[in-house]
Nanobody, 127 residues
Framework: QVQLVESGGGVVQAGGSLRLSCAAS????????MGWFRQAQGKEREFVAA???????????DSADSVKGRFTISRDNAKTTVDLQMNSLKPEDTAVYYC?????????????????WGKGTPVLVSS
């Protein structure tokens, strides 16, 4: 049974940092692309970042709340974890953050369909 378990969410002041982590089990982690998504209250789920099995990365640079340059995704295939380092956080980054896994890379808009999903970890950025 595949499990993706996120951790590291919490409350942080604007301008601060958080590091989210996702622990994966039940799958051959090294051949899966991993992604982070977020969903703010009342909004649709949004792609944040993804990393291929080999370490190529892509970020959502299109939105007004672009994370490119502020967030960094990384993975450790030996530990079967994928992290999201979030710096210079803004109140607009407040959301539930989800980890996801899929064989395909990069995740394709508009649905960004991923095969496996975690249950999410909440991030609240206070102003």
């Amino acid at each position: 049974q595949v499990q993706l378990v996120e951790s590291g969410g919490g409350v942080v002041q604007a301008g601060g940092s958080l590091r989210l982590s996702c622990a994966a089990s039940g799958l051959t982690f090294s051949i899966y692309a991993m992604g982070w998504f977020r969903q703010a209250q009342g909004k649709e789920r949004e792609f944040v970042a993804a990393i291929s099995w080999s370490g190529r990365t892509t970020y959502n640079a299109d939105s007004a709340d672009s994370v490119k340059g502020r967030f960094t995704i990384s993975r450790d295939n030996a530990k079967t974890t994928v992290d999201l380092q979030m710096n210079s956080l803004k109140p607009e980054d407040t959301a539930v953050y989800y980890c996801a896994a899929d064989r395909g890379y990069p995740p394709l808009p508009p649905t960004y369909a991923m095969k496996y999903w975690g249950k999410g970890t909440p991030v609240l950025v206070s102003s």
